[in-house]
C-alpha cells in the first residue's frame, strides 16, 4: 500500500540539521520507504494522481509528523512484571522478587510479556526497539506480529551459555530474512559473563557481523566487584578485552570516569541512557552531558517496565533533559531538540541505521508517527520542540506508521487485539505468582 | 444532583492508613458531599432506591476510585506562557522571555491563562489547586466557571503593592461567599518583599484568618541575597519575622540546612515539592526525605506551565519519588502510597483541609476522580499504587466530580469550551509576542 500523509507540520530530523527544522507539508510512502518529504502541494497531487487506485490518505492536520522514536534499551517481556515489586533495595528486589518469577519464565512467558510491552510502545509512537533477554526468539515472534522494528539481543550469561548457544541460533535461523527484526550479540554485563564468555559474544559479533549490546557500569557496586575481580574498571575492562573494536552500544554508563567518556568516545561506543530507570533503582547519575561534550553518540532507552514502571519514551525524553539539568545544575543543558536527537537520529546510529531510520527523508525506512497538538495541555504553540519534549504523553500519538504499514490508527493498534494482549499478560502474571 | 458510582476499586486515602488500603465497592454523592464508601451492595441498592428519581449512577468497572489530586503550588495563568522560553539561564528567561510578556498581562490575559490551566488539571484529575499571581481575581474567576476547587493567593511585591491590595480585596468581595474559592496570602518570597511587606502579609493573615503562601528557597542565589541582606538564611528569617507562627505553605525549599528543617517542623509549615521545576530551572534538589523524617508535611506542586510544561500532577508525582530515591541513593525513599499521601491528604492538610479534601470518607468534600485501568501500560495488575504513581498519566483519568459537580465525564470537560479555550490562549500569546 501507498501512504500520502498531507497537510502536517513535517519534523524530518536530519542528520545535518543542528537546529530544529519543521516546516507545514506532506509526507508519501512507497512500500516500505518514504517517497518524498515536501512543502509543495503539488507533489502531494502528483502522488496521488499517480497512485489513486492504492493510496491511504492521512489528513494530519494539527498534527506534527516525525520519525518514531527508538528505544534503545529495554527488556520488552519484563512489561510482564510490571509494578510486582517497587520500592525496596535492588538486591531484594532481584532476589526475592524479579529473579523467581523470571526463573519461571519460558518462550510462552516471554512472548506474551513482550505481546504486551510491544503494544504499549507502539501506542506510544516507539517504532524501533533495542530488546536484551533469555527467549529472544520469542520478542522477534513477537515484535513481528505486532508490526514493530527489533533488534533483539539474545543474553550471554555464565550460568545459561547453552540456552544463549541455541537462541542466537534460533533467531538467526528464523528471522534472518525478517524486514523488521535484526540481531545483536547481548553479554548481559562484565559481572555476570566470563572472559571466555566474553570472548566468545566478541567472535560471534565478529563471525555474524553484528555490533553489541551490554549492560555496563550500572551500580557503583558493579564498579567495585569489577575492580576486586580483574584490578580494573568497567571501561578499562571493555578496552581490554578488545570487546571495544566492535560496534557497542552500552546500556547505563552511570559510572564512568573522564577517562572511561574518553575511551568511549575514541572507540564509537554508543551509549543508552536509562534516566528514569537509574533514579528508581537509585543506581545514580550518568554523566550524559560529559559524554555529549566529549562527542559520544548518546541514545535514550526506557530500560524494563519493572524498573521504570513502563516503556514511555515521552516520559523518558522529559526525565533524560530534566536530571541532567539539575544534577550539572545548568538549565541549558541538553535543550530539547538535542532530546529529540537522541530518541531518533542517534538511537539510528547507535544499531548502524543512520539516514534509514530515526529520520524523515527521502529513500528512508517508513518509520512515521503522528503526534496530534489538539489537545489543552499542549496549548498554544509556540515551540513545538519544547512542546514534544516537555508536554508531550504517549497518548498524545494518533497515529503509527512502521515499516510502511499502519499499526496504530487513531490510537488504536491494527496488529494485536489490545484487550487479549492485557488479559492474557494478566492470566499469566497471577499464575507464576501463585505457582 | 446524587451520583451512585458502583463497582470500582475505592482507594480511600484515609488519614490514619499508614499502608495502602483499597476494596471492590461503591461511593455515593448527596449535594456535594460524599454519602457513603462502602463494600457492600446493599448501600449501593438502598441509595439508589431512595433517589432514583435524581441519581446518575456511574459504573467504575475497571476503573480506581480515589480523591481527586490537590496541585499545592501553580501558577495557573503561566500556562498562557508555556514554551516560549525553554533551556536557557534563569535570569535570561526571566528578563528576556517571561517579564516581558507577563508586563503585557492584564486581568483578561490572566483569565485566559487561568482557563487553559484549569482545563489541563480539571482533565489530568487536579481538583484543587493552589495558585499564586497577579490579577486573582480573574484566576478565581476562571476556576468558578470550570468548576475546580482553588485556593488563590493574591500576590505581594514591593513594586506592586497598590495591586496587591485591590486583588485580595477584590477577591474577598467578589468570592467570599464561593463554595471552590478561597484565599491565601501571597507574599511573593523574601527577596521581592521588604520587611515592611512581610509584616503586612502577616497582619493580613491575621486579619483575615488565612493562610500564607510564599516561594522560599528556591535557589542557592537567593539564599545569598537574603544572607546579604538580613545576615541570616531564608527559613531563619522568615522565622525572626515572626511569619512562621501563621500556618505557612512554601514552595519550593529547595536550600534547606538540617536546623532549616528543624525550623520548619517545630512550626508546622507545610511544604510545597516542585521536582521538575527545580529539575527544569537547575535550581537544585530539595531535601524532600529529611524534611518528611523530621515530621514536615510534605505536599506535591507543578508550579507554573512555563517551568514545568505542564500542571500534570501524574508525571510531578512520579518524578518526586525518582529524584528523591536518586539523589540519596535510597530506592526506598518516598515509595508509591507516600506519593499518592502527598498529593491528597498532605495537600488537604496544607490547605487546612484534612478529613475534608484528599479523601473518600463519609461527610468529606465530593471531590472524586475515576481513573481508567484498562489500558496495556496499566497491565498486568498486581499492585495499583505503584501503577498509579509510575505507570499512570494525566490521559487515563476518565471522569472528575468537584464538590458534587461532574466537570469531566468521559474525557471531556463539560464545564468549559475545550477548543475556544485553546484557540483563545492561542490568539492572546500571539497577540502578545508580537506587540
Redesign the interface.
Known amino acids: 500500500m501507498n501512504i500520502l500523509i498531507t497537510n502536517g507540520i513535517i519534523l524530518p530530523m536530519n542528520v545535518a540539521d543542528d537546529s530544529p527544522k519543521y516546516f507545514t507539508g506532506h509526507l508519501a510512502i512507497e512500500g516500505n520507504r518514504i517517497a518524498f518529504v515536501s512543502s509543495n502541494k503539488a507533489d502531494a497531487d502528483n502522488f496521488l494522481a499517480n497512485h489513486k487506485e492504492n493510496c491511504k490518505v492521512i489528513d494530519a492536520t494539527g498534527q506534527i509528523v516525525m520519525p518514531g522514536l527508538i528505544n534503545t534499551h529495554t527488556h520488552v517481556a519484563m512489561?510482564?512484571l510490571?509494578?510486582?515489586s517497587?520500592?525496596?533495595?535492588?538486591m531484594e528486589?532481584l532476589n526475592e522478587h524479579i529473579w523467581p518469577v523470571e526463573g519461571k519464565m519460558g518462550y510462552d512467558e516471554v512472548l506474551t510479556g513482550a505481546r504486551?510491552g510491544t503494544?504499549?510502545m507502539l501506542?506510544?509512537g516507539t517504532t524501533t526497539f533495542v530488546d536484551m533477554y533469555p527467549y529472544e526468539e520469542a520478542v522477534a515472534e513477537a515484535a513481528e506480529t505486532a508490526g514493530i522494528r527489533a533488534y533483539v539481543s539474545p543474553c550471554s550469561m555464565d550460568f545459561r551459555m547453552a540456552h544463549f548457544e541455541e537462541d542466537w541460533r534460533a533467531v538467526q535461523k528464523r528471522f534472518s530474512n525478517s524486514e523488521l527484526v535484526s540481531m545483536l550479540i547481548g553479554p548481559h554485563a562484565i559481572y555476570t559473563c566470563s572472559p571466555e564468555n566474553m570472548q566468545r559474544s566478541i567472535e560471534l559479533s565478529e563471525e555474524l557481523n553484528t555490533g553489541i549490546h551490554i549492560h555496563h557500569a550500572e551500580t557503583k557496586d558493579e564498579e567495585n566487584t569489577v575492580r576486586e575481580r580483574y584490578g580494573v574498571n568497567p571501561t578499562e575492562y571493555l578496552n581490554n578485552v578488545g570487546m571495544l573494536k566492535r560496534p557497542v552500544l552500552a546500556a547505563h554508563c552511570v559510572c564512568m570516569s573522564d577517562n572511561d567518556i574518553k575511551i568511549f568516545a575514541e572507540n564509537n561506543v554508543s551509549v543508552a541512557y536509562n534516566a528514569?530507570s537509574?533514579?528508581?533503582?537509585?543506581?545514580?547519575?550518568a554523566p550524559v552531558a560529559k559524554m555529549i561534550d566529549a562527542g559520544i553518540n548518546v541514545t535514550i532507552g526506557t530500560d524494563g517496565?519493572s524498573s521504570?514502571?513502563?516503556?514511555?519514551m515521552w516520559?523518558e525524553m522529559?526525565?533524560a533533559?530534566?536530571?541532567q539539568?539539575?544534577s550539572?545544575?545548568?538549565?541549558?543543558v541538553l535543550?530539547?531538540y538535542q532530546i529529540l536527537q537522541m530518541a531518533t537520529v542517534n538511537g539510528a546510529k547507535a544499531i548502524g541505521k543512520e539516514g534509514e531510520l530515526g529520520i524523515l527523508a527521502e529513500n528512508a525506512l517508513a518509520d512515521v508517527i503522528l503526534v496530534d497538538f489538539?489537545k489543552?495541555?499542549l496549548?498554544?504553540?509556540?515551540?513545538i520542540i519544547?512542546?514534544l519534549v516537555?508536554?508531550c504523553?504517549?497518548?498524545?500519538v494518533n497515529t503509527v506508521i512502521v515499516n510502511g504499514n499502519i499499526v496504530v490508527e487513531n490510537r488504536s493498534c491494527t496488529t494485536m487485539d489490545?484487550?487479549k494482549?492485557?488479559s492474557d499478560?494478566?492470566n499469566?502474571?497471577?499464575r507464576l505468582?501463585n505457582q
Open positions: 512489561s510482564l510490571r509494578g510486582i517497587d520500592d525496596v533495595p535492588l528486589w504486551l503494544l504499549e501506542k506510544g528514569q537509574n533514579m528508581k533503582l537509585a543506581s545514580g547519575i517496565a521504570n514502571n513502563d516503556l514511555d516520559d522529559r526525565t533533559s530534566l536530571l539539568k539539575v550539572t545544575l545548568n538549565p541549558c535543550p530539547a489538539e489543552p495541555h496549548y498554544p504553540h509556540t515551540n519544547s512542546e516537555y508536554s504523553h504517549a497518548s498524545d489490545e484487550s494482549v492485557c499478560a494478566q499469566t502474571i497471577d505468582l
